[in-house]
Every structure is written in structure tokens, then in C-alpha cells.
């Protein structure tokens, strides 16, 4: 069986990466930034374990550290989910742009 190359796993981690930055950076949707953030904590989690599995290969930090990462990521999210229907019940509206309407 023949090993698949570092640049094999990078690639695709890092069309992810920049796929969560552009959609970061042009959505006005809070639920479209917040996937696309997610996209990027999932790029860097499939970059600790290649890393792991290519530096350390009888080692499972890497593997343990990513599934914290994930529950992080998991938590992240419901706490962000629950901020956003908060302020669609209070602007009627989850756009970026409309959030100077929650100043007094």
C-alpha cells in the first residue's frame, strides 16, 4: 500500500480554509458567517491530525486535541445560534448590516 503525500491532505484543507475566509469576509448573514467559520475550524482540525499523523504516527495528541477542538467548535456554535435568535427577535432581521439598530 503506498503512502499518500503530505500536499495530498493540505490542499483540500487549505481550499477549505480560504473557502470559510472568503465567505467570512463577503456574507452579511450571520448564519452564512458563522458556517463559513465553522469551515475554517474544520480546515485547521483535518491540519492537526495530517500533522500528527505525519510527525508523530504512534502518537494520539494530535486526534485527542481535535475532538476537544470539535467539542469547542460544537459549543461555539449553540452559544452563537442562540446569540443570533436573540437578535432576530429584537431587529427582525439577521443581517450584519442592520445590527446598528440595537444601539439606544
Do not use: H, Q, W
Amino acid at each position: 500500500m503506498e503512502k499518500i503525500p503530505l500536499a495530498l491532505y493540505i490542499i483540500p484543507s487549505v481550499i477549505m480554509f480560504c473557502c470559510g475566509v472568503y465567505g467570512f469576509i463577503t456574507r452579511k448573514n450571520m448564519i452564512a458567517i458563522l458556517i463559513s467559520l465553522e469551515l475554517m475550524l474544520n480546515a485547521v482540525d483535518i491540519n492537526f491530525v495530517v500533522f500528527n499523523r505525519f510527525l508523530y504516527p504512534g502518537a494520539l495528541e494530535g486526534m485527542i486535541f481535535t475532538l476537544f477542538a470539535i467539542a469547542i467548535a460544537a459549543a461555539e456554535t449553540a452559544l452563537a445560534i442562540a446569540i443570533i435568535v436573540n437578535i432576530f427577535r429584537a431587529v427582525r432581521n439577521i443581517d450584519v448590516r442592520d445590527l446598528d439598530k440595537l444601539k439606544l
